[in-house]
C-alpha cells in the first residue's frame, strides 16, 4: 500500500496509469526540443501564476497556455485539473491557439485523486416551503430555462401525469390545428384554469406516435374556453400528423393521427407530484416537491444554465488540433430547442423535422423540400468538436447532461474517444458527423453544411468545403454506455452518420431504450434493389467491431443492437470500369465482426441491414435472446455477406422488398439461452471494453445481465454482465465460488453444484444481502484512519485503514450472515475476526499471488441465528490493515421460488427489461394473488412500474389491504424495482398477500426477506 494510501494513486476516473503528481518531472524528461511545463487550474483559482500553490481559474489557465505555446511553439504543456465543481459563466471554447502540436498535445487532465466535473449549472438553495402542501420554491437567476433538473447527483421528472390521472375522458377529436376537448369536461376544466402563459408552457408526449421507433413531443399554444379548443404549437403540430410523402420510398416515416391521446402531460405547476418540479421563468422561481424519504435541506439542486459546456471549433483552414483532455466530468447541461414551437417532431433516433413539412426530402416530395435527402436537425451536444484534429478524450464522464453527450463532425479527423463512462444523457451518447454533408463535394451543399455542421456558419465562412470536410479517423473504443436516451427515447447509444475510416471498437452498450449503434439515419430511406443510387453519401473503411449489447430497445421498437441505412462503400471496378470488384468494395464496405448481442426484447433483426443498406460484411457476431431474426430488413440494397456468426434466430429474413443479393455461410445455430460451451470463449473474452481501460466499467458495476438456465445435471453457469475484473466475487447463494473463469469484463464461468439454479448465483455480493461501505455510520472505528479516490477499485472509492496493531472496526447487524470487504496485498498481514464476543479467529489478507486485489471478501460468516449480531475486525499483524465494507445476509427470492403460491398469474421469461433473473410473473385479472410466508422482521416487494400497470394490494397477516400504485410519475419503465416495502415487524412468522386491484397487467419479481 505505501503512500499510495494517502492518495499518491490516480483516480479511477482516467482509465489508465498515465500521469501522477510527477507530471512535471516526467515531461521534462522528455527530449530536449520539447519544453515541458504544467499550469494548475482551481475551482477558485485567480490570477495569472497557474501554479499549484496559485492555481488559475479554468480560463486563466487557459490564457496561460496560448501565451506559452505563442512564446515557444512544440511545447510539452499540460494544465492539471484540481478538483471541485468548475461553474462556467460561458461556453468552455478551444480553437486553433488553443493547439499543440504533431507528438506534443496540450493536456488537460485531473490533478492527481481529483474528480473535476465542469458544470452548466447554478446550485439551488434557499428553499422555503410552499404553505402545507409539499412543495418547495426557491428563487433562481433572471432568465432561466432548462428541461432539467437534477437533484443529488440524477435527474429529476418534470412536472407530469397521465390523462387518466387527472380524470381526463378522452376521446379528443384532432384537428390540423390541434384538438377539440369539449367532450371531455374534466381536460376542459383542467385546461381553462390554467393562464394563457400557463397553457402555452404545458407539453404532450407521444411515444411510438409517428411510428414504434419514435417519440414526438409538441407544446400547446393556446386554449380557448369558449371554443373548448387547443391549438397546438407550429410546426410541431403540421410536422408530426402531416408529413409530406415522398416517391420512390423503402421505407415510411409516418405521420401520427390528429385524434392521438398525448400519453403524458407535463410542464405545469399544477401536475407536481413527489419528486418533481416546476420551473416558473417569468416569476425566476423553481419549485419541487420531495419525493418520499428526501429532506430538502439535504439536497444538492443542479438548474443547467449552458446547452454548451465545451466547444472545440476551428475552421477547415486553421483547425483546433492536438488537444487532450483526460478524466474530466462534463455534466449539467441543458438542450431547450425541443421546448421551441419547433418541439419534437422526431423521425427516427433523435432526429426531427423543425422546418417544412418536407424537410430533407429534397426532390422527392412535391413541392420539393429541402437537401440533400434526409437533412433533418440534429440534437445538440453539451460537449462538441467541429473542424478539430487529433483530439483525444480519454478517461472521462459525461453524464447527467441534457441533450446529447458528444459530437464530432466537420471535417474533423483523427478523434480518440476512449475508456470514457457516458451516462445519464437525454439524448444519445456519442454522434459521429452531420446531416447535411452526404456529398461534401457538391458544391449546392456547402452552405448548408457550414450553416447546419458548426456552431457558428459565419465562423467558418471563408472555408472552401470538399473532401477536406469529410469525417475522417475516428476511433471511439473501450466506453461504456447506458442508460442515454431518458428524455427522448428514440436516442440510439452511437450514431454514425457520413464518415470515413471510423472504427467503433470493444464498447460496451446496454440500458438503452432504443438501438445500439445506428450506421446511418433515413439516408437509405428512397433506394433499395431496383433504384439503388437515389441517394448516395461519402462512406467507406468504417468498421463496428467486438462491441457488447444487452438490454437494449427497451422503451421502443423496431430497431437493432445495430443498425445500418443506406450506401456504407465507395464502389470499385474491375479493369475496364463498367464492373464492380465485389471482393474490392466489400474489402472497403461496412465491416461488421466480433460483436455481441443479448437481451433485445422488442428486436425486429439483431443486425439490422435496412432501407438502402448495401456492401456489409457481417462476420463472427453472436446473438442470442434478441429479437425475431439475428439478421435480416426492409428494402435494402443487398450485397451482404453474413459469414461465420453464431445466432439463435433466423438470418436473411427480408419481409418487404428483397435485396439484390445476399450471401451466408458458416452459421452456427446456437440457443437463446446458450450455456458454457455453446460460443467459443474466444469469441467473449474479445469484446466489450479491455481490461486495460476499464476502470469506468468496473466501477459501473458488477452486475448480472444473464445467467444460463441449469437442469440437475449442469455443473457450470455463463454469466453474462458488466463490471467483471479477475478479482470479482461470484456467489452461489452466500458461499463464495473459487474456480471462476474470467473471460472478460461481461463474462464469466461459473462452477456450481449440480442442479443449482442460476438465480441464486451473485457477483461482488450475496443476493438479498445489503452492502455498507466503509463510511457508513453503523460502523465504529478505534485506530483506523479514512482514504479516498486511490483508483484502484475500491467500494465507492474509498476505504479506511489502521497502521496499530489492535486497532478495530466493530458492526452491529441483523441478518443470517455477513461479510468483510477489504484488500489483499503484500503490504498487509493478519486480522482477527470476533463475532457476538466467541473466539477471534485469524484470517491472513496476504494474497497468494502476490497481486493486489481490492473491494473483495476477506472473511464472510453465514448460518447464523436470524437476529442480531455484532462483529469486530482487528488488526493484528502486517504494515496496514484495511476495511471497505460489511455485507449483512439477508434472502432474495425469485419469482420462480417455489415458496411462492400464485393464484391467477402467468409466467414470462427473456423479456430482456432488467427482470430478477430476467423473468416475472404477472396477471390480468384482478383479484389474482401472490402469497408468501416468510420468517424475519420485515419483507421488500419487487416488481416493475410501467404505464400498462395499476395499483396493488398488499396486506401483511391478514391485516388492513394497503393500496400500492405501480405507475410511475416518469412514465417511463422500471424494471426489478422494489414497489413495497415492510419493516418493523415483530420478529417471527408472516403472511405477505399481493393482489391486482387495477391496471392491465401486475407484475411479481420476487421477495427480499429482512432478517
Not at 432568465?143 to 432539467?148: F, H, L, N, T, V
Not at 419525493?291 to 439536497?299: D, E, Y
Not at 452552405?447 to 459565419?458: D, F, L, V, Y
Not at 422500471?974 to 419493516?983: E, G, L, S
Request: hydrophobic share 35%.
Amino acid at each position: 500500500m505505501g503512500l499510495s494510501i494517502l492518495g499518491r494513486r490516480l483516480t479511477a476516473w482516467t482509465g489508465t496509469a498515465a500521469l501522477t503528481a510527477a507530471v512535471a518531472v516526467s515531461a521534462a524528461a522528455q527530449t530536449s526540443a520539447a519544453t515541458a511545463v504544467t499550469f494548475y487550474a482551481s475551482p477558485s483559482g485567480s490570477g495569472s501564476a497557474c501554479s499549484q500553490a496559485a492555481p488559475c481559474s479554468l480560463s486563466g489557465a487557459q490564457g496561460a497556455v496560448r501565451s506559452q505555446l505563442a512564446a515557444t511553439p512544440g511545447a510539452d504543456v499540460t494544465v492539471l485539473v484540481q478538483d471541485g465543481t468548475y461553474r462556467l459563466a460561458a461556453t468552455w471554447a478551444f480553437g486553433a491557439a488553443d493547439s499543440g502540436s504533431a507528438g506534443h498535445p496540450v493536456v488537460w487532465q485531473a490533478a492527481p485523486g481529483a474528480h473535476p466535473v465542469i458544470s452548466g449549472a447554478s446550485q439551488v438553495t434557499g428553499w422555503t416551503q410552499v404553505g402545507t402542501s409539499g412543495v418547495w420554491s426557491a428563487v433562481v437567476p433572471a432568465g432561466s430555462a432548462s428541461r432539467q433538473l437534477y437533484v443529488s447527483g440524477a435527474e429529476a421528472p418534470i412536472a407530469m401525469s397521465t390523462p387518466s390521472a387527472l380524470g381526463f375522458a378522452g376521446g379528443w377529436s384532432g384537428t390540423s390545428t390541434g384538438y377539440s376537448i369539449g367532450g371531455d369536461a374534466a381536460a376542459s376544466a383542467w385546461f381553462g384554469a390554467l393562464s394563457a402563459a400557463q397553457v402555452a408552457g404545458v407539453e404532450f408526449d407521444y411515444p411510438g406516435g409517428n411510428g414504434a421507433w419514435t417519440e414526438s413531443r409538441c407544446r400547446v399554444a393556446s386554449y380557448s374556453a369558449t371554443a373548448k379548443t387547443l391549438t397546438m404549437a407550429q410546426p410541431c403540430w403540421t410536422d408530426t400528423t402531416a408529413r409530406a410523402s415522398f416517391s420512390q420510398g423503402s421505407g415510411g416515416l409516418p405521420s401520427m393521427s390528429t385524434g392521438t391521446m398525448p400519453t403524458l402531460i407535463e410542464d405545469a405547476r399544477a401536475l407536481i407530484h413527489p419528486g418533481q418540479w416546476f420551473l416558473d421563468s417569468a416569476a425566476n422561481t423553481l419549485y419541487y416537491q420531495p419525493a418520499t424519504g428526501q429532506q430538502m435541506s439535504a439536497l444538492d439542486v443542479e438548474l443547467p444554465r449552458l446547452e454548451s459546456l465545451l466547444q472545440g471549433a476551428g475552421t477547415l483552414a486553421k483547425p483546433l488540433h492536438d488537444v487532450t483532455f483526460r478524466g474530466l466530468q462534463f455534466s449539467y447541461a441543458t438542450w431547450n430547442a425541443p421546448s421551441a414551437a419547433s418541439g419534437f417532431a422526431d423521425v427516427q433516433s433523435n432526429l426531427r423535422m423543425t422546418g417544412a413539412k418536407n424537410q430533407g426530402m429534397c426532390t422527392f416530395s412535391s413541392p420539393a423540400g429541402t437537401c440533400p435527402w434526409g437533412a433533418l436537425t440534429q440534437p445538440t451536444a453539451n460537449v462538441a468538436f467541429t473542424a478539430s484534429n487529433n483530439v483525444t478524450l480519454t478517461g472521462n464522464r459525461f453524464a447527467e447532461l441534457g441533450g446529447a453527450g458528444l459530437s464530432v463532425m466537420y471535417g474533423s479527423a483523427n478523434t480518440l474517444i476512449q475508456g470514457n463512462e457516458f451516462t445519464d444523457i437525454a439524448s444519445t451518447a456519442i454522434l459521429l458527423g452531420c446531416t447535411y454533408d452526404p456529398l461534401p463535394t457538391d458544391a449546392s451543399e456547402s452552405a448548408g453544411i457550414k450553416q447546419n455542421c458548426t456552431p457558428n456558419g459565419s465562423a467558418v465562412s471563408a472555408d472552401v468545403i470538399g473532401t477536406n470536410e469529410i469525417l475522417t479517423g475516428t476511433t471511439v473504443s473501450d466506453n461504456i454506455v447506458h442508460h442515454i436516451g431518458t428524455d427522448y427515447s428514440s436516442a440510439c447509444g452511437i450514431t454514425l452518420l457520413f464518415s470515413r475510416g471510423t472504427t467503433i471498437t470493444h464498447n460496451d452498450l446496454y440500458d438503452l431504450p432504443y438501438t445500439g449503434i445506428t450506421a446511418g439515419v433515413i439516408q437509405g430511406h428512397v433506394d433499395q434493389a431496383s433504384a439503388p443510387q437515389n441517394s448516395t453519401n461519402i462512406n467507406e473503411n468504417n468498421t463496428l467491431s467486438d462491441n457488447v449489447f444487452h438490454n437494449y430497445l427497451s422503451v421502443r421498437s423496431d430497431g437493432g443492437a445495430i443498425y445500418a441505412e443506406g450506401h456504407q462503400t465507395q464502389y470499385v471496378y474491375q479493369s475496364g470500369g463498367t464492373t464492380i470488384d465485389p471482393v474490392q468494395t466489400l474489402a472497403h464496405g461496412l465491416q461488421v465482426t466480433g460483436n455481441i448481442a443479448y437481451h433485445g426484447p422488442t428486436t425486429n433483426f439483431t443486425y439490422y441491414d435496412d432501407a438502402g443498406s448495401e456492401w456489409i460484411n457481417w462476420q463472427g457476431n453472436v446473438a442470442f435472446g434478441a429479437g425475431s431474426a439475428s439478421q435480416g430488413g426492409c428494402s435494402p440494397t443487398g450485397h451482404f455477406w453474413i459469414v461465420g456468426n453464431y445466432f439463435s434466430n433466423q438470418t436473411q429474413y427480408y419481409p418487404c422488398n428483397a435485396p439484390v443479393d445476399s450471401n451466408v455461410s458458416g452459421t452456427t445455430t446456437i440457443s437463446a439461452t446458450p450455456a458454457p460451451g455453446d460460443v467459443p470463449n474466444g469469441l467473449f473474452s474479445a469484446a466489450g471494453v479491455r481490461a486495460a481501460n476499464s476502470a469506468l466499467a468496473v466501477a459501473a458495476g458488477p452486475k448480472i445481465y444473464y445467467a444460463s438456465p441449469t437442469t440437475s445435471t449442469s455443473t457450470q453457469v455463463l454469466i453474462g454482465g458488466e463490471g467483471f475484473s479477475s478479482s470479482t466475487p461470484v456467489f452461489v447463494g452466500s458461499t463464495q465460488v473459487s474456480g471462476v473463469q474470467y473471460l472478460s469484463g461481461g463474462f464469466l464461468i461459473v462452477p456450481v453444484p449440480a442442479g443449482t439454479p442460476s438465480s441464486q448465483i451473485s457477483v461482488g455480493a450475496p443476493a438479498g444481502t445489503s452492502r455498507l461501505n466503509d463510511t457508513d455510520p453503523s460502523i465504529t472505528y478505534s485506530g483506523f484512519s479514512y482514504s479516498s479516490n486511490r483508483g484502484l477499485g475500491d467500494y465507492d472509492d474509498d476505504l479506511h485503514y489502521a497502521t496499530a496493531n489492535g486497532s478495530t472496526a466493530k458492526f452491529s447487524f441483523s441478518g443470517t450472515g455477513v461479510q468483510v470487504f477489504g484488500e489483499q496485498n503484500t503490504d498487509q498481514g493478519n486480522i482477527g475476526i470476533s463475532i457476538d464476543g466467541g473466539t477471534q479467529q485469524t484470517v491472513s489478507t496476504v494474497p497468494a499471488d502476490g497481486q493486489r486485489h481490492s473491494n473483495v471478501v476477506v472473511y464472510a460468516a453465514s448460518g447464523l441465528a436470524a437476529g442480531s449480531h455484532t462483529i469486530v475486525v482487528t488488526k493484528l499483524s502486517g504494515q496496514y490493515a484495511t476495511l471497505d465494507g460489511f455485507q449483512a445476509l439477508n434472502s432474495r427470492l425469485n419469482d420462480t421460488d417455489p415458496s411462492i403460491a400464485y393464484s391467477s398469474f402467468s409466467y414470462a421469461a427473456n423479456r430482456g427489461f432488467g427482470d430478477y433473473d430476467d423473468d416475472v410473473h404477472y396477471a390480468t385479472a384482478n383479484g389474482s394473488t401472490a402469497k408468501l410466508s416468510f420468517s424475519g422482521t420485515g419483507v421488500q416487494v419487487f416488481g416493475e412500474q410501467y404505464t400498462d400497470q395499476g395499483n396493488i394490494g398488499i396486506s401483511i397477516d391478514g391485516g388492513t389491504q394497503q393500496t400500492v400504485s405501480t405507475v410511475p410519475a416518469d412514465g417511463q419503465r422500471h424494471a426489478n424495482v422494489v414497489v413495497y416495502a415492510a419493516t418493523g415487524l415483530a420478529r417471527g412468522s408472516h403472511t405477505v398477500v399481493v393482489t391486482k386491484l387495477s391496471g392491465q397487467y401486475t407484475t411479481l419479481d420476487g421477495f427480499v426477506i429482512i432478517q
